[in-house]
C-alpha cells in the first residue's frame, strides 16, 4: 500500500433514489446490517488505512453525527463541508487538499458497494493517478477506457471503435499535484483524466470482484442481496 490516507466522496443529492434520499443522504442508506458508507471504513480499515477525510453536502451533518470522529471505526475521520452544494468530483477533491495533507491518496465513491481489498492499490511512481475499472454494468454498456500496454506497463486510453472498453468503477488513487492548481468551485474529473491519459500518466487494473454503483431503487435492492454474504473482522456497537 502506498498510503494510509483516502477521501471518501459522499456530497451528492442521489437524485435517482427519491424520495428516499429527501430524508436520508445515500451513504446513510442501509444496506443489510451497516448504512452504505460503514462497508467503506470497514475495507480501508482492513486496508491500513488511518485516516479518511469525507465531503458532505446535501444533508451532510447526518453524516457527521453518525460518524463521527470516526474512533469507533478505528480511523480518524474529518469532513470536508461544501456549503454551497457539491462541488463535483475534482472540484471536491481540490476542496479538501488540506485535510488530505497527503503526497497521494486513495479516493471512492461513497455510492458503491465492492469488496475490493484496497490495500493491493499501487500508484506507480511514473503515474499521476491509478485508477480501477470495472467490465461494463447494464447501465454503461459503451465503458469509459480501454487498456493498452505501454513502456510504464498498462495504462488506461480513451475508447476506441472496436477495442474492449471498461467502466471507471469510483476508485482511483492519486497524487495531490492533480487537483493542487485547479480554481475553486465545481469542476468534474473526467477532463483531469483525458488531460493526463493524453500525457501517458494514467495506469489502470481491472477489478472483477463484487461492484455495484448504488444508483437506483434496483441497484439498491441488488447490494442488499449481497450484504447478506458480506463479512468483516470488524464489529461495531451503535
Not at 477533491?93 to 458503491?112: C, G, K, P, R, W
Not at 495504462?155 to 467502466?167: E, F, I, Q
Amino acid at each position: 500500500m502506498s498510503t494510509t490516507t483516502a477521501m471518501i466522496l459522499a456530497a451528492g443529492r442521489g437524485e435517482r433514489l427519491r424520495p428516499l434520499t429527501d430524508t436520508v443522504p445515500k451513504p446513510l442508506i442501509q444496506v443489510g446490517n451497516y448504512r452504505l458508507i460503514e462497508y467503506h471504513l470497514f475495507a480501508l480499515v482492513e486496508g491500513g488505512f488511518r485516516q479518511v477525510v469525507i465531503n458532505v453536502s446535501h444533508l451532510g451533518q447526518q453524516i457527521v453525527d453518525f460518524l463521527g470522529d470516526g474512533t469507533r471505526y478505528g480511523l480518524e475521520i474529518s469532513y470536508s463541508w461544501e456549503q454551497q452544494g457539491a462541488l463535483e468530483t475534482a472540484g471536491g477533491i481540490h476542496h479538501a487538499l488540506d485535510l488530505l495533507n497527503s503526497e497521494q491518496f486513495l479516493v471512492v465513491n461513497a455510492d458503491i458497494f465492492c469488496n475490493l481489498d484496497f490495500s493491493i492499490l499501487r500508484l506507480p511512481a511514473s503515474m499521476a493517478m491509478h485508477l480501477v475499472l470495472i467490465n461494463n454494468p447494464g447501465h454503461n454498456p459503451d465503458g469509459d477506457f480501454t487498456l493498452q500496454q505501454s513502456a510504464n506497463g498498462i495504462v488506461a486510453a480513451k475508447p476506441a471503435d472496436g477495442v474492449k472498453s471498461y467502466t471507471f468503477s469510483g476508485i482511483g488513487l492519486y497524487r495531490a499535484t492533480v487537483f493542487r492548481d485547479l480554481i475553486s468551485g465545481k469542476q468534474p474529473l473526467l477532463p483531469l483524466f483525458h488531460h493526463y491519459i493524453d500525457q501517458t500518466e494514467v495506469s489502470a487494473e481491472v477489478f472483477n470482484g463484487l461492484w455495484i454503483d448504488v444508483g437506483t431503487r434496483e441497484r439498491l435492492e441488488q447490494a442488499r442481496l449481497a450484504a447478506m454474504n458480506y463479512s468483516t473482522t470488524t464489529r461495531l456497537s451503535h
